[in-house]
T-cell receptor, first 115, second 111 residues
Framework: SAVISQKPSRDICQRGTSLTIQCQVD?????MFWYRQQPGQSLTLIAT?????????ESGFVIDKFPISRPNLTFSTLTVSNMSPEDSSIYLC????????????FGPGTRLTVL | GDSVTQMEGPVTLSEEAFLTINCTYT??????LFWYVQYPGEGLQLLLK?????DKGSNKGFEATYRKETTSFHLEKGSVQVSDSAVYFC??????????FGKGNQVVVIP
């Protein structure tokens, strides 16, 4: 298994500000992903964080709004920029090790509330 | 695109009752299918998976069979316990290891 930590675990932010969420894994992994879970909704993939290159965003998500970094094989950040109340969600990172179809492990999530 | 549909609404049942949560999928080809569980106050974790048609995934007394004829992957448990109270998500794997999730079902088991 993989042990994943996220910081912060929760935050309350003002409209128009930005928040950076960190995801740290206890061992090297091939793939890292960022998901969003809006209140009462399912998980939606935001992007795949690529080590050493730009993230791959899903339809409806753009780099200007959700810039992502992945400087190495154990760490990634997601920034939620120019926040609005609609960005209030739980943000989760997930990781996958080396093999295709391998299990994805999820972090505990960051609960974000935007006022 | 590829997607997963779960039955609507929470599920409330008594201890030792039989649990079924329906999951159907829409996909090109035959994707790997998963059930994830989120216990209160905990992170999302994999419960079971099936990677090809007719495979049966099982774990902790839960089972699900990959049925391509009905494009379904229903979750079942013969006798639930209070400790099974959680939110259950069905998911499929598509292009380049990405997961598509269903809306999830809250299961509440009453003693």
């Amino acid at each position: 298994s993989a042990v994943i930590s996220q910081k912060p675990s929760r935050d309350i932010c003002q409209r128009g500000t930005s928040l950076t969420i960190q995801c740290q894994v206890d061992s090297q992994v091939t793939m890292m992903f960022w998901y969003r879970q809006q209140p009462g909704q399912s998980l939606t993939l935001i992007a795949t964080a690529n080590q050493g290159s730009e993230a791959t965003y899903e339809s409806g998500f753009v780099i200007d709004k959700f810039p992502i970094s992945r400087p190495n094989l154990t760490f990634s950040t997601l920034t939620v920029s120019n926040m609005s109340p609609e960005d209030s969600s739980i943000y989760l990172c997930s990781v996958q090790r080396w093999t295709p179809n391998d299990e994805q492990f999820f972090g505990p999530g960051t609960r974000l509330t935007v006022l | 695109g590829d997607s997963v549909t779960q039955m609507e609404g929470p599920v409330t049942l008594s201890e030792e009752a039989f649990l079924t949560i329906n999951c159907t999928y829409t996909a090109t080809g035959y994707p790997s299918l998963f059930w994830y569980v989120q216990y209160p106050g905990e992170g999302l974790q994999l419960l079971l998976k099936a990677t090809k048609a007719d495979d049966k995934g099982s774990n902790k007394g839960f089972e699900a069979t990959y049925r391509k004829e009905t494009t379904s992957f229903h979750l079942e448990k013969g006798s639930v316990q209070v400790s099974d109270s959680a939110v259950y998500f069905c998911a499929l794997l598509y292009g380049n290891n990405r997961l598509a999730f269903g809306k999830g079902n809250q299961v509440v088991v009453i003693p």
